[in-house]
């Protein structure tokens, strides 16, 4: 398929995201953040915005080492000053203080993180947008009336931890005035684990972000909210690598969420893969902007691909089949 085509194939998914889900207005001044290897998903969104007769400024920032790391202070400033702020970087931003500044200045933002032209054209975006977000709420508001949750999984998956007044989010590609930001692909409800009170294992065996598609599971042990032990194949003693050059807080269990979308599929890019229904994840790192207090320079998802979730005295999810009569 030539240049050209793919324009073409993601211009609808661009102009929905675009006019639908941030609601851009004519004369807003709207910054589209890109890279150079998501240039491409950048340049389309800033094409649809400019058909909305936007002000549309785009800037090409240098790739991040991690995800969680710090834009430069240029695109700092410059979200916090945009009316909406579109972040199509190959490493998120979502859990940075210049994310979090943007958002009380009252910027509207738009997370594309890792999303690439194939991922614009099929799989998660293809789906029912309005289903999805009845979905994704209804999940959304049975972690937050949660007290606790334990997960466990047939690959070796055994973690408990409580939730009493751990807000979730609805991330269902919509923006929330309350969050500050969409994410796309869209399909979510995250939150942060209750700082302190994780215990038990978790095995990542989909994939993680820094790391890729695994190779191998990676597992993590856990004590009182941080990751003590971290074993498998050469991808865990990456993991360990990056967690002894983060400091301690790269070890904090900053989140657990709920994949929704069933169009969703394991593809090995974060950005689609813990969306996929029946999926959770769980981040170590920054919580802030999840709610948290524990701030870190890194936050790094990784997915569990057939879990089981208890919610209280609730069965949510079934060895990696979300419960729809719960919530449809």
Wanted: net charge negative; charged share 25%; aromatic share 4%.
């Amino acid at each position: 398929m030539t240049q050209d085509l793919v324009d073409l194939e993601m211009s609808s998914a661009s102009y929905a995201i675009v006019e639908q889900c941030l609601s851009v207005e004519p004369g807003e001044e709207v910054l589209v953040i890109t890279d150079p290897k998501t240039f491409g998903v950048g340049r389309s969104i800033a094409a649809a915005a400019n058909g909305l007769d936007a002000e549309v400024v785009t800037s090409v920032m240098p790739l991040l080492e991690s995800h969680g790391n710090e834009p430069l202070d240029t695109i700092a400033e410059s979200m916090a000053t945009a009316d909406v702020a579109f972040t199509c970087t190959t490493h998120a931003i979502t859990h940075t203080r210049a994310r979090l500044r943007a958002a009380r200045e009252g910027t509207r933002i738009g997370i594309l993180r890792g999303v690439t032209e194939e991922m614009m054209i099929e799989g998660a975006m293809t789906v029912d947008f309005e289903a999805l977000r009845r979905r994704t709420e209804a999940v959304c508001d049975l972690i937050t009336d949660a007290d606790s949750a334990h997960v466990t999984g047939d690959n070796g998956t055994d973690v408990k931890f409580e939730l009493d007044g751990c807000r979730s989010f609805s991330l269902d590609g919509y923006f929330h005035e309350e969050y500050g930001f969409a994410t796309l692909p869209p399909g979510e409800a995250p939150t942060h684990p209750k700082e302190g009170t994780a215990n038990g294992t978790i095995v990542v065996d989909v994939s993680m972000d820094n790391l890729g598609q695994l190779d191998a599971p990676v597992e993590l042990g856990l004590e009182d909210g941080f990751v003590t032990d971290v074993d498998g194949g050469a991808q865990a003693e990456e993991l360990a690598a990056i967690f002894d050059a983060n400091g301690k807080n790269a070890r904090n269990l900053a989140e657990f969420a709920i994949g929704t979308n069933p169009k969703a599929k394991l593809i090995g890019n974060l950005a689609e893969d813990k969306k996929r229904e029946g999926t959770v994840h769980f981040a170590v790192g920054d919580n802030e902007s999840l709610g948290g207090t524990t701030k870190s320079d890194i936050h790094l998802d990784g997915v569990i691909r057939r879990p089981t979730v208890r919610l209280d005295d609730t069965v949510v999810v079934k060895d990696g089949r979300l419960r729809r009569e719960l919530f449809d």
